[in-house]
């Protein structure tokens, strides 16, 4: 696997900023899970030392929307101690450990529902990036 040091921009098409490093490069390893397989392949076709800029429709980034990802939920089943709030994260665990995350979409008694899709799910993106340095992971 290879080793990146990058500045990147991640914005909606329309040009909210959604994250940033533009004063600290960020470096990680292809497959550490940092970022987004779809952000990796661009950062894989990318040129080092040169800016670019990849624009990648929802589809190509992180999918569409899906309505099933989209869950009511009983108040009683989110822990005590949670704050339930509209646009709130949650996480919740299976029985098998694995975490999904959510946001709090709708609060209506004790009907919560929370949107499982990825924050960016249904959105076009624009990802500039700038690879300062590439080298391969020691084996």
Request: with cysteine.
């Amino acid at each position: 696997m290879a080793k990146y040091k990058i500045f990147y921009k991640l914005t909606h098409a329309s040009g909210e900023l959604v994250d940033a490093s533009l004063d600290t490069p960020f470096e990680f390893e292809v497959g550490d899970g940092q970022l987004d397989p779809c952000l990796e392949s661009c950062i894989k076709e990318a040129k080092v030392g040169k800016l670019q800029t990849f624009l990648l429709s929802a589809s190509e980034a992180f999918g569409q929307a899906e309505s099933d990802a989209i869950q009511v939920m009983r108040r009683a089943e989110f822990p005590k101690e949670l704050d339930i709030k509209l646009n709130n994260g949650v996480e919740f665990k299976t029985p098998a450990g694995d975490s999904y995350a959510g946001c709090i979409d709708k609060i209506d008694g004790d009907n919560i529902t929370v949107n499982f899709n990825h924050p960016l799910a249904g959105c076009d993106v624009s990802f500039q990036i700038e690879i300062l340095e590439k080298s391969k992971s020691p084996q």
